[in-house]
Every structure is written in C-alpha cells, then in structure tokens.
C-alpha cells in the first residue's frame, strides 16, 4: 500500500514538472530538472548533455559552491567561501586575507591544508530500498531507525563498490531518498584571492544589499599526484556580458529553505530557534570585535569567524524579518489553512494527511521544551572552542567506531571517517587567546543558563569562566596533530588512559549531549520526516502542480533572468561598475569599510570604469549557493554569485521574484580586474582559454 | 607443538597424582580427585559414585558454601554465610540477627530477597577450545583477547544449549580451562538461625582462633514453583561422631589460595596489596565501630559490614603475617630460586620457561604504579556506596550491552545477566545514614589520594566530602528498585536521560576506571597468566608429581583426619564441648563477646554439656570454604566448616599440619543444641531422616 503510493507519487513528480505559480522560484534537483517550464516560459531545450556538462563543472565546496573554469583543474568561488584556507594559509607575518595572493607560477600555488573539494558523478534513486525498510506497525522512531540502517548499509555498498563518498539525501521531508555519489579532491591550491578590502567591499553593511561593489572571488586549483587535474568539464567563459532579460542559471548548493515548513514550526523558528541564534551572534560578534581591538594580529586571528558570524547574523535577521512579517504570516496561515480545509472535506484524504499538521506542532512544541539545552550540549554552544570539538569529535571517533557500521552516530559511519579523520590530522592556525576568549563567553553563557546541572557545577567547582578556559586552554595537548593521531589511532584506549583535560570534559558531558540527541532523534526529528513527507505528498496529490524540494546541501538548479526592479520607486540597475565602486571609495575619503587596497587605487588609470562588476538575476538562491557559477544559455560561465539583495533573505520561506535579486560577480569584471590590476595575464589566458 | 604439549601435561596431570610431598594438601578438582593419594595414605578408594553424591549434595552460595541435608531442599550452611540473608530480612523492629529465627512449619520459611544458590551439574575439559584459539604471533593481551572471545563463546552456546549458568574456570594460571554448568536456584528460604552472639560466640577477638565454641550455623530451604524441591543427592547425618585420627573430606567453594605465587608476586602483595587492604580495613573497621555507637539501631544496620571487615581483616594480616615470616619466605625463596636454576641448566627447559620468573616480576612492578588507582576506581575504593555501586553496574550494564556478546566486560554477558538483572531489582535494605558515612569516608579517602585528578576536583569543588555525600545520597532515586528497573530496561538512553546524581556520577568516572581496567588487562593479567601458566608447566615437567591448582572460587574437595596439635608445649584437644562454652561465658560474666543468649542460659539444664559443639582437622580449607559440609568416609555429614585457626592463615602460601586446622560445627552439636535449646524437632527428624 505504501510502495503504491510512493511509485504513485514519484510518477506524479516526474510528469508534473510544470511551470509553479511563483515564477523562476525554484532549487530544482538535477536529475530532475524543470524542463517543461524552461521550454514553456523560455523556449529553452534543456538537453541531458548540457545538464550533465554544467553538473560535471560544479564543484562542492563544504557547504559552497564553485566551479570548474579552466581544463586544467583551476576551480573558482567566492573568496568569502575560500576565506578558510587563506585563514590558514596565513601567519603573523603573511597576512593573505589583507595582502590577496597570486601564484605567477604553478609552482608558486599554495596547497590549502586540509581542503575538500567534490564533485558530484551521479545521482541514483534509492526510494524504494529506504522506504521499504519500515513497516507499518513501527513508531516514527523504529521507522526512523530503520531507514537510518537501510541509509547506511546503502551509502557503504556504494562507496565500497565505487570509491567514490556516497550520500543519501533526503528530499521532499522524506518522500524521496537519492543516493550522491561524489569524487572527492584534497589537494587543493590557492592560485588567486583579491584584498578581502575589495572581496567585501562595503563590509557587513552592505552584505546582503544591492547595489554592490565587491570583488568577491578566489581561484584554486586541483591537483592529483602533484599534477594540476584534468577537468574536461569546465566552463567555458562568457566574454559577451548579459543583457536584462537574458536567461540564465546557477548551479550550487544552497544550505536549506523552509517553503515546505508549516506555521508551527515557522512559529518555531520565530519564537524559540531565531531568537537565541540572534542573541548569540550578537553576543558572540561583540566579543570579537573587542578581541580584535587588542591589536592587529589579533584583529587578522578573529576575522574569518568575525565574519562568518556577521554574515550569518545579517542572514538570519532578515529571514526572522520575514518571519515577524506580519502580512506575510498572515498569507501562509490563509494558505495553510485553506489547504488543511480541502483536505479535510475528503474522508480519505483526512484520513491520509489530516493529522499531520498537529503532530508537527506537537514535536514543535516538544523540542521547545529542550531546543536550548540541545544547543548548548550537542550544538556546542556552551563549549565554543576548537580544542573541544575536536576532543568531541575524537571521543566520539573512538566510542562510535567500536559499534557496527549502522548503529553509529551518522557522522561517524564509514563513509564519512576519511574526511573526518584528514581533518583531525590536518595542521591548522588555532590561536590559543582567541580560543580562551571564545571558551570563557561559553562558559559563561553555560553557567548563566544550565549552572544548576550537576555536570555544570562540577566544571566550575566554585570558579571563573576564564581561569577554567585559561587552564583547560593551556593544558590540553591537542594542538598538536601528532597528539590527535594518537587517539585516532588508538581508539577507546588512548582516550580512556588519557589525562588531557578537553578529552575528559568531552568525555564527561557526552552523555548529556547524547542524551539531548536521541531525544531530538526521538521525538522530534521522526515526526518532522514523517509528517513533512505526509504534506508533501497531500500537496501534490491536491495540488497536482510540481513543487520543487527544499534545499538541502546538495547540488541544484535554479533558473531566472537577468533584471532590474524598483525600490522605493526607483529603478534598481542589472549591474554596478567599477566607476561606481571608486567613487563609494573616494566619497567615504577611503575609509573602511569603503577602503580600496594599493592595487586598485594605483590600477585605477588603467581600467576601462564602465566594465560591469557586479550584477543581479531573479534565480532562486541561498546560503551555500556562494561560489555558484552563473552560466547563460550557452552554458557559458557568466558570472559567481555570492550575495542576495536584503529582500531575498525572506525567501528561505517564501519565495517572491518582484524585488527579490541573487547577487553575482560579472565575468567581464573578473577578466577587467585580473588584467589590469593583478596583470595576471596567464590566469587570464587560461580563463578564455587563450594559449 | 603448543597443543602437542598441553596434551602431555593433561596426561602427566592424569597420571601422577600421587600423593604431593606436603601431607594432606590439596584443594583438589572433583573431577580429578587425588585417588591414588587416597588410596596410599589413607586406604580408601573413591568411587565415581562417592564422588558424584558429595558433588551434587554441595551447594554454592554466593562466594561460600553449604549443602543438602535433606531430600525436601534443606540447605545447611554457616550463620555468617546466611548473615547477608538475616540482615536483609531484619528491619529496626525485627532483628533476626539478634534474636535468631526458627521456621516452626514451612509457611513460617521466610524468602531471601536476592538470594541465589547453585548447584555444579557437570565439569567439562574445554583447554583445547580456548588455549587453540590463540596463535604463536599473538602478543600476550592479544591471546588473552582470542581466550576471553573463546571462553565467551563457549559459554554462550552452553547455556543455550542447556539452560544451565555455563563458567570456564582457569586452572593453574591458565594451563586448562573446565567448563562448569550450574543449576540456579532462586527462591531461597529461611528455615533456621540461631542468635548471632551463639553463632559469633568469642566474637572477633577469637575469630580466626582455636579451642573454639561458635554454633555457627544456619538451615535454608530451596523452592522452587512455590514448593521445596527434591534433593535427591543429600548428605545422610553422621550421628557417631568423629575420633582423632578419622579420615574426613570437605567440600566447597575456597576463593583463593597463592601457592603456585612466585617471590615477586609475593612480594607484591606483602609490600603493595596487602599495607593498602589492611589500612583500609582498619580505617572502615572504626567508621563502623563509631556509627554502631550512635545507638543500637545503627549497630545493627552496620553489624553486617562490620562483621565482614573485621573478618577479612583478621584474614588478611594473617596472609600478611605469613608473608612477613622471614624464615618463611627465605624458604620460599630459595625453593624458586632451586627450582630456577633446574630449568636454567636443561637449555631446553631454559628456553621454554626460563623468562616466567623474570616477566611475572616485571608485570607485578608495572602494576604497582596504578595498583591504588585501580583499586580507588575500578576497584570502588573511592566511592563505597551500595547506590553508587547500583549505579556503575547500570550504567555498564547499559553500555556493555550495546557491544557484542563477546566483547563486553566479562560480567556482563549473556550469561551472567540474568543473575545481575535480579540483583538489581530485588528490594533489600539500604540505610541511608550508613550510606553517608561509608561514601564520605571513600569521598575523603579518594580527595587524600586522587585531589589532583581532574575528576576528583569536578566533584569535590571546594566542597566537603560529607556535604558532597550527603547530596548524592539524599538525591539518588535508585533506592526505588522501580527506578532500577527504568534503567535495567531502557538502556542507554535511560541513563543518558538521567538526572540522578549518582547515574552522573558513575558515568563521569567510568572512563578512568575503565582505563585502568584495561591497563590492568593489558599489562598485568595476560602477562601473569602466559607465565604462570608457564610456570605450572615447568613444574610439572620438573617435580614430574602432582600439585593441586590454586583456588578459584569454584568446587573443590580436601581431605584430611581429625587431629589434635601442640602450642606452647601443649595438646589442643580435637573438640570443644558445650560445657566449655559455659564456663568462658561465666568466666566472663556472660558479657559480649562471651554473651550467650537467653535460649541457651534457659536451656543449660537439659543440655548434655559433653556433646561436642567444635571440633578441627588438617583439611586443606581457605576463605570460600566456609560453610562447607565435612563428611566421613561414607560420605555423612559429620560438621560444617567455618574457620581456621590462626596458624592456617599463612597457608594461603604455604600449607603445614604442623598446627594447621580447619574449625567445624560439630554434626553431634547441632542436634543437640536444635533439640534442647530450640526444641526444633520437627527440623531433627527431617535431618536425621526421622518420620
């Protein structure tokens, strides 16, 4: 009865691909792509090789995007997502985020340490096998159970037989599972980064805005054996520029989107989830900004998480914007109730679907009850410091791997050991008052709300946060990788006969955080997979119209056109210039955050002012589709976006295409700059494919 | 060539047992019992029948003895064995250790909470299994490794396949391993206990001593389906009495003898094991002593702990005296080092046994550095207390069972939970105020010894040992064997779902025991079990005569005649009467510990004041036996084992005749006594086989 349904279901997706109600909405699967709608609404032919190309040509970056630019294995992204490894590339005295880098020769690339690239082979369908795992007479959780075990078993099978990192992902809450199978790259070299002065031009100001001036890119290369690879499928580059109108497509992988949510747990969001991660970045940006007023280097060691935490604050106050946008509210409880209403007048398909919309508020309201507890012990939010997720992390490495295959905390199976463990060995800058500082506001913030937990109050023992930060800081030996090689290596063992005082602390509040998990597992996360997989499949049995998937950290396609809208009844241009770039400059008098570096300000002369830098498009985006190459009709790639306008951030939840723009870089910019500021002549003649 | 070679020592085992140089000797394997020395000193030929009848007539209780003494499930044993039994039926209001207890008919029987007897079905030679299932490249914790999975799988497939608790014993240091099948037997009852000041009469100052007058006994009954069973294999009662002279046999439980030791591991537990035993002892002696004096209530909630203490205590620096008897241990030494340098001559001999010495010397050395920690963690030292010892066992209980059967801790697999299980849901008496003392005593112990473990600071943070106790005690839920019962079932997530303190707290410091547990069996047990085992072997090859294997807490039988010996020039006669026991009372002016109780004051006139109550032979005993039948050559009871005098406590290394004896409860006493001061008829004609 259930396979019927499900077989049912999947025939309606594929046949129902049609054009959606809400325009170029849309983080469409790849190997299901909206190929009625490109045809009705763009009279584009999406053909199965030209999908493949531009899939072979992504490029995974963690939880960004890039892409393939050159058949040498040269891969371009944000510099915002590469900001990491020129964080670790850097020192006191090589300062690569302030300086940029560019490698004249293949030689002089800097291999990043402990970087993963992947690139998506294929994508299988594994529905069935999943799915048939449970049965009817199990609990949301023995079925969750046993889909977790058929995932596993599934993902090693493959990984075995390909060698290639396998994944299932969940799509649609549930109602469908597809198997990624990814070829993964770790030696990774930096060729080219910008000043982060004009990579983030404007600063946290203007993220998430538009206009927009930043010269957002880096470029690395991928090598293999000590030889650049060959990537055959790489982009060509668009030299013609885009007109408004122009169709085009980004292809990343954007984090997650919520436009399948019900009220309840968008309620959930507003008034348990957002809040705190409001409060805490806050918190938490404060307390860098103040560490890095010690003085320049400690402003170069707080940058990268200053900014990760500023760009994400900003993200999710607009997406909480959204949320306490009361028209907008209003409209999705009119929506949801209306279709809760056409569900209801059928018997059967009440019977089917009615309850699902209750129970999600039940596990809403019971993950309530400990959603702050949740994040503080399995989040980490009361722990904040390198050293103790990797005590954790080497903890757990030993606890779980003496479980079989399919019992194990997901992160820890089979599949995902190799990365786990390179990251583990890997040598990266951990900067030891930096980590104090992070570990005493934890602290604090874990006495301020769980100081009556008995483990609490035997960490503190009557102390300050920051003599206990200082002293577990200063005592514990995992900065060294040969230290976290030995308990690898050792299992169990090691970590019981250590005296490292993070792997103790890791050890002795590991229980809580898995006790907080398996509740989430439990009692909340079975219910949202069973019911939002229950909506689903009622809004497309109602419906009969396609809805693409929420994101979920793999590769999709979104599509849109390249346009203009109006703000305040002004109309807002498709692109920026450099001109308008080094007026902001000169009008700030240069100042940060509008301070242009040497390069540019001495460069000036040289460029042709008109080029485009940044330009904006309808397509559908969000966090994690930074770095997404933007290609045309052609496939040509066209641009890398990085950014959305302020009003796309509301579209986690609710999409709209009147104001709400994607932001990339434009690939004339690109080719302007790297010519005539960085004269970086080779790269150039690589990127157009000139000998 | 291993096997080729266990194969000759079980043959040479087989053949030689003949009578060993030091007289009667020997806690010998029912199942290879010392015929031919039987036979030669003593003219008596056991028969498989003999054998077979005492072996089913012996009962194990706990780590004691007893046996049938009826065919309606009569189980007589020690007063001190039952004593667990008496304390746990007792409450504030009803003191059975005090007043004793007579069951006039059998619906008077009172259940055991928790009790548990078994009864050793069959024995079966499994040395080739386990020893076959290391190879010659293992390193030595890795043959332990393969051993243990072999005995776990042996283990395993017999109590399936017979529904009898299956244990591998490991004889002489690991040179044979038996199989030993117990039936279990669940629902005990009590049937009769005389009053604690008869069965303890001399109390502590003569424990461990002769002439001697204690009515040490106790009678049980077993049940089973609401009904006494039928034990057909019971021992008939000796009403003849004994003579100097008379061959006897004993049969029971002893715990553990050190006679195949070498001078290091002597040495071991003369300068490390034993200072930290008897220190402890002493100190927890007076902690008992003082809360027994806060008003008689509390002495009797602390008689039973007290009473144990005093008893291994008295035990121990027995051992110690032993060790410390430098004549003693000159001969020891130079017997080693004879026999050393036997081996060191035959460069085959040398090459296969010549190291043993040395590395059991290395492997005691390595010990010592984590013996006390071993013993504060693992060993429960530093947390006496009966809920944090309920604690630890869940907590294990729920981790060891995520595992495979064979990797678990040993005491908790398949086969030994169910006995585990019962323990943890059985109601028994806990005080709560005993439960403060003894954990603050640990508490105050483990800060003295541990303070600057980091775990040892989380707990105590700045906090006073009884502040921190009395929390944790006042906390703990598990006093409500409902709550065990919660834990015992659901698992893991259970105790990671816990906020009982004492859960806590087992979970915070399992790792460290853990550590040291594997420490120990990594560097310590595997290294004394190759060479001791080694060492049994050499011995064998060399003395070519039969040694008996040490104690192993499991069924053994020892033999010896009744004989009287000289101290100070003077014959100790081979029974007290109870006239002696008279007159030291009224000696002492019938004050504790001469204190007869009313019964036997009241009684005086109608007793025949001759009849023996003691008597004592030259039988191979150690602690474990106590409790044990003795019976003479027709296999009738004839008294029950219950100490040894002070000159058998070095015996634990070295066993003499000169004056070393064990002490029994005379078979003509207890029918005297049953019939004149208790007026237990009923209870003699069963005994005597009167209708």
Redesign the interface.
């Known amino acids: 009865m259930k396979h019927l349904k499900l077989k049912l279901l999947i025939v309606l997706i594929s046949l129902t691909f049609i054009v959606p109600a809400w325009a170029d909405e849309g983080l469409w699967l790849f190997n299901m792509p909206p190929a009625s709608a490109l045809k009705a609404r763009y009279g584009f032919a999406i053909t199965p090789e030209w999908i493949q190309h531009l899939r072979l040509a992504s490029v995974r970056f963690g939880g960004a995007s890039g892409s393939f630019v050159s058949p040498d294995g040269l891969v371009l992204t944000n510099h915002h997502v590469g900001q990491g490894a020129l964080q670790n590339l850097s020192t006191k005295d090589r300062d690569l985020m302030k300086t940029g880098f560019y490698a004249r020769t293949r030689a002089e690339e800097l291999k990043a340490p402990g970087m993963e690239l992947m690139v998506l082979q294929d994508i299988e369908d594994v529905t069935a096998r999943v799915s048939g795992a449970e049965t009817a007479d199990m609990t949301p959780a023995q079925a969750a159970a046993a889909r977790d075990k058929a995932i596993a078993a599934l993902e090693k099978e493959s990984t075995d037989k390909t060698g290639l990192r396998s994944t299932v992902v969940n799509l649609y809450s549930g109602s469908m599972y597809h198997l990624y199978r990814y070829k993964v790259y770790n030696d990774v070299r930096l060729v080219f980064a910008p000043e982060y002065a004009v990579a983030f031009f404007g600063g946290d100001p203007d993220n998430f805005t538009y206009p927009r001036y930043d010269f957002d890119i880096t470029l690395f290369r991928i090598y293999e054996n000590d030889k650049p690879i060959a990537s055959k499928s790489y982009l060509k580059w668009n030299t013609a520029g885009l007109k408004e109108g122009d169709l085009i497509f980004a292809s990343g992988h954007p984090g997650s989107t919520g436009r399948l949510l019900t009220m309840a747990q968008m309620e959930f969001l507003r008034d348990v989830s957002y809040p705190f991660t409001i409060v805490n970045y806050q918190r938490r940006r404060a307390l860098l900004q103040d560490y890095g007023k010690r003085g320049p280097e400690y402003a170069r060691q707080a940058q990268g998480t200053l900014f990760g935490i500023e760009n994400s604050l900003k993200a999710t106050i607009g997406y909480q914007s959204g949320l306490l946008d009361k028209a907008l509210m209003d409209k999705k409880a009119k929506d949801e109730q209306a279709f809760r209403d056409a569900i209801r007048k059928d018997p059967a398909l009440d019977k089917e679907f009615g309850r699902a919309w209750d129970e999600l508020a039940q596990a809403e309201k019971k993950y309530a009850e400990f959603f702050k507890a949740y994040r503080f012990f399995e989040g980490g939010a009361g722990f904040t410091s390198g050293y103790f997720t990797m005590a954790r992390s080497l903890v757990r490495l030993a606890t779980e791997r ?2 079989p295959n399919d ?1 194990r905390l997901r992160e820890y199976r089979d599949t995902a050991l190799p990365a786990l463990t390179r990251r583990m060995l890997t040598v990266t800058p951990i900067y030891d008052e930096l980590e104090v500082a992070n570990f005493t506001d934890a602290l604090i913030q874990l006495q301020k709300e769980f100081g009556q937990q ?2 609490v ?6 102390r300050l946060a920051e003599d206990i930060a200082k002293d577990y800081i200063a005592g514990t030996k995992l900065k060294d990788p040969e230290v976290r090689k030995k308990y690898v290596d050792g299992g ?2 090691a ?5 490292d ?1 993070m792997i ?1 602390l890791a ?2 509040v590991d ?2 955080s ?2 907080l998990r ?2 989430y597992e ?1 009692e909340v996360e079975p219910i949202e997979a069973r019911n939002g997989a229950l909506i689903a499949r009622a809004i497309f049995k109602v419906k009969g119209a396609s809805v693409p998937p929420d994101a979920t950290s793999t590769l999709r396609l979104s599509f849109g056109t390249v346009k203009s809208y109006l703000e305040n009844g002004k109309k807002i241009p498709i692109n920026t210039s450099f001109k308008g770039m080094y007026d902001l400059a000169a009008k700030a008098g240069n100042k940060p955050p509008y301070e242009l570096p040497a390069s540019f300000l001495a460069g000036k002369a040289k460029m042709n002012l008109e080029t485009p830098i940044d330009f904006i498009a309808t397509c559908d985006s969000i966090g994690g589709n930074s770095g997404s190459p933007v290609v045309n009709r052609k496939g040509e790639f066209s641009g890398v976006l990085f950014d959305g306008n302020i009003q796309s951030l509301p579209a986690r939840f609710v999409y709209s295409d009147t104001q709400n723009r994607s932001v990339m870089v434009h690939s004339q910019g690109i080719i302007e700059a790297l010519t005539r500021i960085y004269g970086a002549q080779p790269l150039v003649n690589e990127l157009l494919g000139k000998k």
Not at 495 to 499: G, K, L, R, T, V
């Open positions: 003496t479980k019992e008995l483990e109050k035997w960490l503190f023992a009557g169990l063992d970590i019981y006969a250590s005296d005082p103790k050890l002795m229980p809580i898995r006790g398996k509740r439990a």
